[in-house]
């Protein structure tokens, strides 16, 4: 669904993605996952054409993303940092983002109501607390139900009733075919949320494999045990790409 | 594109600094238009407030608002609309409620209180300020990575044009004054968009030697009507082409 060829990005001397290749299919729930300042959120926002890349490609459906925008109506995105007008309320942003996508009609709003955002609608966003902004961030990129959502440390400042709803609404959308990739430094967060990992380091890929695999080959069962073990040996998959 | 300018009008009109600055805008004018029996004095204090105090407020205020809604720009450039039009819809949604203010504050005021031809030409004056120094603010925002350097650079050229090019102008008139230069300094005062309001208006007045050299250069040298359409198609370039670039340019910004 999702294909990354030879994906290089540098910002001045810095290589923020250096020669990636990547593959994603439906029904994935991809978690990327490397160290502050690996590249992850610069991989997102390529695909989102947030960021414009310097070499490769990036082809959604068969479609390369430097052509044109429409591709994003295929793709929900909740960013790291909810930012909104300050006067503007919950229910305005909504609004807009329902106005702006009118070729779509049928509104998934289960986050809507089961985070509660139905019932601060008039709250001024300056109002807000950062775990609010997020959960309004994380009801509008299920808002349209996209075939991909891109979360961006989706579980980082909320609480954990609400972390956990929002972890069963994205296994309820896996289920439904969708492709999920997401990013996170709360390994336990992504436990038995997510298919793959793919590891970056420094801008490069270090490895792109499901999560059996990576089980089998370090013998452990824990998500953060398996990483930790993946990064403390050179072991023989590490460099290998699926 | 529409959706986006109405949300954003509809913040900003609400924001306090442009409540305050639409206050404030009102007493100036309000208080300058009564002082004195002659509406030229009035208007000539007003056009100084103006050319003073419109250029420094928009170009600032837009520096801000532009880099303070970075995070909102991304999240509408993950719908799919174009670059250029979520960046035009920004623009518009904070010009549109910047003119607003200039025009409850300054404009009213003037409708009620002066019958001039003049007092027209200082609010097309202040809003097309009010454009031209928003248009370098969207500018520095697409050129700049940093907050801090971006409202720097914003600081500078409001400065720049205010106070420092006449300085230099002024310079240079007086080192070539041997030479005849006075087409050139008309061209060259096209290089400030400050300079041309300040004539636009001077040539309404009839005031230009209150305002020294320069002024009674331009009178001489423009007349009337061609002088002001020379200037207003001199603001029309510097309303536009600050936006062409940073539409351009904003193609290409990794955000």
Redesign the interface.
Known sequence: MIQINNLTKS?NRFKALDDINLGFDRGRAISLLGPNGSGKTTLI?SI?????PEKGTIKIDCNPVSSD?????M?G?M?Q????????TIE?VIN??K???K?CTKYDDELIIGLGIDKIGNKTMRNLSGGTRQKV?AC?AFLFSPEILILDEPTAGLDPVSSELLKEKIISELSKGKLVLMTSHVLSDLEGLTSHIVYLQDGKLMFYRSVEELQDVTGETKLNKVVARMMQYDLPIKNCVS | MKTIIKYVSLDLLRNKTILIYTALLAVISISVLNMDNNASKGLLSLMNITLLFVPLISILFATIYFFNSIEFIELLLAQPIKRNKVLLAEYTGLVLSLCAAYAIGVGLPLLILTKQVAALVLLVNGLLLTLTFSGLALLIFVLCKDKTRGIGIAIVISLFFSLLFDGLLLTFIYSFSDYPIDKPIVGLVALNPIDLSRILMLLQLDVSVLMGYSGALFKKLLGSAAGSIYAVVCMMFWVTVPLLIATLKFRKKDL
């Not at chain 1, 925008?69 to 109506?73: E, K, Q």
């Open positions: 910002y926002k989102l054409g947030l960021v414009i925008c429409s591709y994003r109506s793709i995105y960013p940092i909810g930012r909104y007008p300050d006067n503007m305005q807009m983002v106005e702006l996508r070729d961030s509008l």
